[in-house]
């Protein structure tokens, strides 16, 4: 009877170590509630659970870098292209070949297999109508017209040391303006007209869908949410040009479970019910044959600057960049 109790014993251990390993911690800079269908559907098919954990794009390649000698997460799914870019440059993540990464066009993936885009999205402004005409403003229509006195307190962005977002507007604006100094004179005028800087890069849409703030500057699937959603709100791309983000997926390097990872990261790459939640936030994928929704806003709908990602997610511009704003307007707000 003891044997058969320890055999028993041993039995059950064995059986808990399997389905212990049947999960994946993973970091996510989608939206969470995009996160937490996603990655249901995909325990529903798979059987491996996520254990997710959302934050911006700057705030994951700070974790990532903090928890480097002894990485808790093993993919990071979403977030701008050019944090995984400086991820990969920092060393934090680690390169991997999927049998379909072939499905997603060669411009939209990293030439070393770090990274692969998933969806892409214009920076634009999305105005409040009626908070605007309560308040006497005009729908703006260029970065210059945020530069106008009667904006002074009714724009919000993201701060750009915690959000992508934030900071692919720094990079657009470089390549608008010609030059990084030029840059850092329009985010300074500019920041006269901001009333506050969120941590999140969708969080001033939010507020503009509410009414808190009349104007704010994100990108356009984020905006297109809001207004599907009923929020009387006009959507706008600056005239000038504007940037975009290549929404992207990475493994992280040293991930404590490398095998599920892979398995989430092909999943997502693939399966037509993931690229079908994906389309529910009008997101415009960039995989071959991926469905689209009616209302998501393309690229080549609007004008957009020539990006030059490599330069734009290096860890070093990225660095001079930040702490050019960080010194010259962020710790100038008291």
Known sequence: ?????????????????????????????????????????????T?????????????????????ASNPQASIWVGGVGLDHITAKGKGLTAPYVSRYARNTPAQYRDPDNYWIGLYVGPLTFVTNLDRAAELGLDVP???????????????????PNSSGTAYN?????????????????????????????TRSGSAPGKSVATGEIPIAIGYAHD???????????????????TGFELASMSLVAGGPDPVNAKKLYD????DPDAQQIFTEWYVVLVANGAPKH?????IDQ???????????????????LLDRWTSEIGNKRG
């Open 141 to 159: 229509h260029s970065w210059a017209d945020l530069l106008k006195s009667e904006y002074k307190g009714y724009v919000r962005m993201a701060n």
């Open 223 to 241: 905006q297109v949410k809001i207004k599907e959603a009923g929020a009387n709100v006009e959507i706008t791309a600056p005239e000038e040009g």
């Open 169 to 197: 507007v720094l990079t657009t604006m470089c390549y608008v303006l010609g030059s990084e100094d030029a840059m850092m004179e329009y985010m300074a005028a500019l920041d006269k007209n901001i009333d506050q800087y």
């Open 267 to 270: 999943w997502i790459i693939s």
């Open 294 to 298: 009616p209302d998501a806003l393309s």
């Open 47 to 67: 059987g491996i659970h996520v254990n997710f954990v959302r934050l911006s794009g700057g705030e994951c390649v700070a974790r990532l870098e903090a928890e």
């Open 1 to 45: 009877m003891k044997r058969f109790t320890t055999l028993l014993l041993i039995a059950l251990i064995a059986v808990s170590s399997v389905f212990a390993a049947e999960s994946v911690n993973a970091y996510t800079t989608l939206e969470e509630p995009l996160a937490a269908k996603l990655f249901a559907r995909f325990e529903e098919e």
């Open 302 to 320: 609007i004008k957009t600057v020539e990006q030059d990602f490599a330069w734009d997610g290096d860890p070093e511009t990225k660095s001079r």
